[in-house]
């Protein structure tokens, strides 16, 4: 009987697929039926139960999951020449229950509405739009810059513990949801992730459990990056799956926040990309307009960068592949690159707001 309850589970990958695949296509349904209906309650029991633990309990999950998983191959390492059927079976049943619980719990949040459709915003920008955006961005990150250094010269250090930053970031929040009454952050959790070694091994920063609804930051990464990533993981915990709306969030509830340090990260934050932009596209403009920056934002990027480097390591490129994968896999056709896609919305949404 066991038997035939997996087959049927296995089985019902199918019709999952097809469901999702369906739903795929109707954005609108996903984002009042699930990312402003259903999905709202659901984050916030699992913030409600699993935010006050001073540990990650996702963490904890993953970790028993691939020690089981290591486990279940090695004593079923026979089965898997002696009865092929059976293993597949119970692989696949496996799998089922994932993926339907991947998509309850957060995934259907990919096929949301865009972003830019609810904002009302373009998703095309001009070269002179987006030098127009940059240049108000220098001017407000230099301004802040002088006022948290004692030169344009000496990178910015943030007087505060990681810690104190998962508890400031959420003012940002409660400033941003004057303006977007959707983006309301209550109750906190955000954790460190306990795999933050490995995880920083493997190029990321953070990440959100899907299963959990944990938010997790790397606690590895230099403290000048840490309030912009915990608010990004914020913004997917309120239902923003894709890499570039979560960026465009995070940095608009840094830059909100009363903090002048996190409103520095912010906007440094949305710079960077905006000039790696203008670097891609003419890199003559690019190196006229870097000379405009304070010479110490350009030493915390540097900061940032050489972190990266310290860490590169030859297996890197294997787990962003597979990430990009899982990107696409999921309607961002863009992978990797899905995260640079917030210059859009930064310069339309900056042109039509003051910063």
Known sequence: MLKYKKLILALSLIPQYLLVLFLSKQPEYVESFYSNGLYIYISKIFRYVLGWLPFSFGDLIYAFGIIYLLRWLFKNRMRLIKDTRKWVIDVFSAVAVLYFAFHLLWGLNYYRVPLHKSLNLKHEYSTEQLIEVTKKLIDASNKLHSKLSVN???????PFSKKDIFKITTNGYDNLKTVFPHLEYQPKSIKKSLFSYPLTYMGFSGYLNPLTNEAHVDGLIPTIKFPTTSAHEMAHQLGYAAENEANFIGCLASIHN?????????????????????????????????????????????????????????????????????????????????????????????????L
């Open 152 to 158: 344009d010269s000496i990178k910015v250090d943030l």
């Open 258 to 354: 009363e903090d002048v340090y996190f409103k520095y990260c912010g906007y440094t934050f949305a710079l960077k990309y905006c000039l790696n932009d203008i670097y891609k596209r003419d890199e003559a403009l690019f190196e006229e307009i870097i000379e405009t920056v304070n010479k110490g934002i350009l030493k915390n990027y540097e900061e940032v960068r050489e972190f990266w480097e310290a860490h590169e390591n030859p297996i890197e490129p294997f787990f962003k592949l597979f990430y990009g994968g899982y990107l696409k896999a999921n309607h961002q056709t863009k992978g990797m690159k899905s995260y640079s896609y917030v210059v859009a919305l930064l310069v339309n949404y900056f042109e039509k707001n003051a």
